[in-house]
C-alpha cells in the first residue's frame, strides 16, 4: 500500500537525520516503526495461513552456517566479517524460531493441541522448532 503523509519540516528532518544514522531510506524507517507499533497480529490469520507459514520456515541453512563457524572458530581465530556473520546468523535464527514458536502457538491453542503434540503432527522436530 502507498501512503503519502504530510509531514511538518522539522519531523521530516529528523526522520532524514535518523534515516542516515541508520543507514537506510526514510521509508525502511517509517516502515520499521510502523511494524513496531503495529506487530503481527496471528489471531487474524487463517489456520491454513498459520500452517503455510509455519511450514515454510527452513532452519537448516541457518544452523548449517553455524555449525560451519563454531567449527571454524574452534580451530582457529573467526575474522571480525566471520564474528559478524555469526551474529548477523544467530540473531536471524532466533527470529526465525520466535515467530515459528509464535504462529505454532496460535494454532495449538485454536486446536486445543499442546505445542510439542502439534509441532510432533505437524512431523516438525524439536531441532527445527528450537
Known amino acids: 500500500m502507498t501512503l503519502s503523509v504530510e509531514v511538518e519540516p522539522a519531523i521530516e528532518d529528523s526522520l532524514r537525520r535518523t ?3 541508520e543507514g537506510i531510506s526514510v521509508e525502511e524507517l517509517i516502515q520499521r516503526f510502523l511494524k513496531q507499533q503495529f ?3 496471528r489471531t487474524l490469520l ?18 548449517s552456517q553455524i ?3 563454531w567449527a571454524k572458530r574452534e580451530l582457529t581465530k573467526l575474522t571480525e566479517t566471520e564474528e559478524a556473520r555469526l551474529s548477523e546468523l544467530q540473531e536471524a ?18 486446536q486445543g493441541k499442546s505445542l510439542l503434540d502439534l509441532a510432533q503432527e505437524l512431523g516438525l522436530s524439536r531441532a527445527e522448532v528450537h
Do not use: M, V
Open 93 to 110: 535464527l532466533n527470529t526465525t524460531n520466535t515467530d515459528r514458536w509464535a504462529d505454532l502457538a496460535e494454532l495449538a491453542l485454536r
Open 39 to 41: 506487530p503481527k497480529d
Open 19 to 21: 534515516a542516515l544514522q
Open 46 to 63: 487463517s489456520e491454513t495461513k498459520l500452517l503455510e507459514r509455519i511450514n515454510q520456515i527452513e532452519t537448516w541453512s541457518l544452523h
Open 67 to 69: 555449525k560451519a563457524l
